[in-house]
């Protein structure tokens, strides 16, 4: 049986539907000796390489989808690595052999927050993809004036230069003077969306954090710069939500659940350690 080739690459953990389908298109990826193409299918025993190298396919039983809870703070890109060697998202990720972390969307490097990972491509894909309409929410500190008419616009939707683009919901959170908060959900993705659709209002967000990715809220608790695993249940609902099939396995023995309060404390010392090397390591240079 032969299935398309982004779709196995992702499911065995080679980055996301999109991500390949760039590699693809490139002609980055070879199978069985020969330039891949969009839409080709593969079998079980095709060999495949990406950039020269070669790469496992795994069938779909043997995978198992793990997803990760990060709460990234400011200052850290969204990409495996930087030429000019500043943190990444991914520094701190626990590592793998055979499979490896794909990031569901991006957050820029000046916006905190809800960052998930998974090791199932497919799962990545249909979170991110538009037709599923994931809806994200994000806590905005607004710097300006900001009135009924404007809530009105940016929720029935307003032109930015790469189309029309709108909030799902507009709700007050505190704040004082020309110092507001506000939470706000979105059902797309595209780049710097949220503060664009802001901006054309000529108002200036001077703060921003992902608090919820689909049904999944950032945990309280979890310090920035931590990340934590998520139970099988919550693995589910999120699978649920994107109409994939329920995972069976964990790699989360629930005879060995520690306390909230444990669990916290020690990703606690794990990021003041992270830290410290990173401090470290930045001297020797």
Not at 34 to 41: H, I, K, P, W
Not at 149 to 176: C, T, W, Y
Not at 236 to 250: D, G, I, T, Y
Request: aromatic share 6%; hydrophobic share 30%; proline share 5%.
């Amino acid at each position: 049986m032969t299935e398309k080739l982004q779709k196995v690459l992702a499911r065995s953990g080679h980055g996301s539907r999109r991500e390949i389908e760039a590699k693809i298109a490139a002609g980055r990826i070879r199978v069985n000796g020969m330039v891949a193409q969009l839409g080709e299918r593969v079998d079980a025993d095709a060999k495949v390489r990406i950039d020269g190298h070669e790469v496992e396919i795994k069938p779909e039983e043997e995978v198992i989808c793990r997803v990760l809870m990060y709460h990234k703070p400011e200052g850290e890109l969204c990409t495996r690595k930087d030429p000019e060697g500043r943190p990444t998202v991914y520094d701190r990720l626990p590592r793998m052999s055979g499979a490896r972390w794909v990031a569901v969307g991006r957050l820029d490097v000046n916006t905190s927050g809800l960052l998930l990972f998974t090791t199932d491509g497919e799962l990545a894909n249909r979170l991110m993809h538009p037709s599923q309409q994931v809806e994200r929410e994000y806590a905005v500190r607004i710097f300006g004036e900001v009135d009924d008419k404007m809530i009105s616009r940016l929720k029935k939707g307003v032109q930015l230069e790469d189309g029309p683009a709108h909030f799902n919901s507009i709700k007050p959170a505190g704040g004082d003077g020309m110092n507001r908060w506000y939470h706000v959900t979105i059902s797309e993705g595209r780049n710097r969306e949220v503060r664009r659709l802001w901006e054309s209002q000529e108002v200036q967000v001077s703060r921003l954090i992902r608090v919820r990715y689909g049904d999944i809220p950032l945990e309280q608790g979890l310090p920035q710069g931590g990340w934590s695993e998520m139970p099988l249940e919550q693995v589910n609902a999120l699978r649920k939500q994107v109409k994939l099939p329920p995972e069976e396995r964990s790699f989360i023995d629930p005879r060995n659940q520690e306390s909230r309060q444990r669990k916290f404390a020690k990703i606690r010392r794990a990021t003041a350690k992270h830290r410290e090397y990173k401090k470290t390591d930045k001297r020797r240079r």
